[in-house]
């Protein structure tokens, strides 16, 4: 297997370190289930997120983003590879190390009513963490739940409604509310407008954006929309069936794309100008099952640029000047 890239370095303002990381799903339960090749969700990638920026991860559905998300959030046991957060692998806290530990990783998660307790109270949603794991007394929960909703947009009168009561942007700012009462470091948003109106998606996107900017919040942006990536990304990571393929900062991303798996995903963006003439290149054929990838480059079997090579021999993730990474054979390796 090659290094997919070089190991970023944990002090140099890293708050996430992620290195080769991998998740495989096995069939357990199924008939001759030993017979069975893995799913290989995430297949050794590695990438860093430095503190009060936020990171935007793309690709298709089914190609690892979530999983990433999930095993950053110890939702999931990793199959190998390291999680560094603050210098500590995730892989190795268990128990109380990991209560402690919990306030300061949050998720916001894709379907905002699937995410809240229909029985509960908006107050008691959003401040009943932050009472367990002791960030407020009992006697200043409700004006410490009250600033909280503030922040995020929420009026007085919502902190004793319940879930079914709000519409759908509302109740996202409920799950992001909750996420923010913990006073973290670091916030997973598994695709947090991805079931909203575009007029809401900015309301929310604009909210993300000053709360980071007033409380110096990372986050995670894992979405399958580059428009949306575009607005609240500082770097960016596209992924395809489980790996890595490009990574680097917005401007070279959009710039100057290099892996032709990138170029496809940006074709597909919608532009503003009537007169626009750019080419879509559109992806043939389907994705290949993450149980039985390819050989050599996962994406030659749709790549129309594909030579002997990409079905032969996997690219390395190689950085090709300001920390812009590809993977492909099209490019010569830097001297």
């Known amino acids: 297997m090659a290094d997919r890239t070089a190991q970023p370095?944990?002090?140099?303002?890293?708050?996430?370190?992620?290195?080769?990381?991998?998740?495989h799903f096995g069939s357990h339960?199924?008939?001759?289930?030993?017979?069975?090749?893995?799913v290989r969700?995430?297949?050794?990638?590695?990438?860093?997120?430095?503190?009060g920026t936020t990171m935007g991860l793309v690709g298709e559905s089914g190609c690892g983003k979530t999983t990433i998300g999930r095993s950053i959030m110890k939702l999931h046991e990793i199959t190998g590879g390291s999680?560094?957060?603050?210098?500590?692998d995730l892989a190795t806290v268990h128990g109380r190390a990991l209560r402690k530990m919990r306030p300061h990783l949050q998720m916001v998660f894709q379907d905002p009513?699937?995410?809240?307790?229909?029985?509960?109270?908006v107050g008691e949603i959003i401040g009943e963490a932050a009472r367990v794991h002791k960030i407020v007394s009992k006697s200043g929960f409700k004006q410490y739940v009250m600033r909280i909703m503030a922040q995020c947009g929420l009026q007085p009168q919502h902190f004793s409604r319940y879930p079914h009561e709000f519409s759908g942007g509302q109740r996202q700012r409920i799950c992001i509310a909750r996420a923010v009462a913990m006073q973290p470091e670091l916030i997973i948003c598994d695709e947090p407008v991805s079931a909203l109106d575009v007029s809401i998606q900015a309301q929310i996107i604009n909210l993300m954006k000053d709360l980071q900017n007033e409380n110096g919040y990372t986050y995670l942006f894992i979405s399958h929309d580059l428009s949306v990536v575009k607005h609240i990304s500082d770097t960016i990571g596209v992924m395809y069936l489980g790996n890595l393929v490009e990574t680097g900062s917005k401007d070279r991303i959009f710039n100057n794309p290099m892996h032709p798996y990138t170029k496809a995903l940006l074709s597909a963006v919608p532009t503003s100008d009537p007169d626009s003439r750019a080419e879509r290149i559109i992806l043939?054929?389907?994705?290949?099952?993450?149980?039985?990838?390819?050989s050599g480059c996962k994406?030659?079997?749709?790549?129309?640029?594909?030579?002997?090579?990409?079905?032969?021999?996997?690219?390395?993730?190689?950085?090709?000047?300001?920390?812009?990474?590809?993977?492909?054979?099209?490019?010569?390796?830097?001297?």
Do not use: W
């Not at 370095?9 to 998740?23: A, E, F, M, R, T």
């Not at 050794?44 to 997120?49: C, K």
């Open 113 to 121: 009513y699937s995410s809240l307790p229909p029985r509960m109270p």
């Open 41 to 51: 969700a995430v297949d050794d990638v590695s990438f860093s997120i430095k503190r």
């Open 299 to 335: 994406f030659s079997t749709r790549c129309r640029e594909c030579t002997d090579k990409c079905r032969e021999t996997e690219p390395e993730l190689i950085d090709y000047g300001d920390g812009h990474f590809a993977a492909c054979h099209l490019y010569p390796r830097p001297q």
């Open 83 to 88: 999680i560094l957060f603050n210098g500590t």
């Open 29 to 38: 339960g199924k008939l001759f289930a030993k017979n069975t090749n893995p």
């Open 284 to 294: 043939e054929g389907d994705i290949p099952s993450p149980a039985n990838p390819p």
């Open 9 to 23: 370095n944990p002090d140099d303002g890293d708050i996430l370190v992620v290195s080769h990381l991998k998740k």
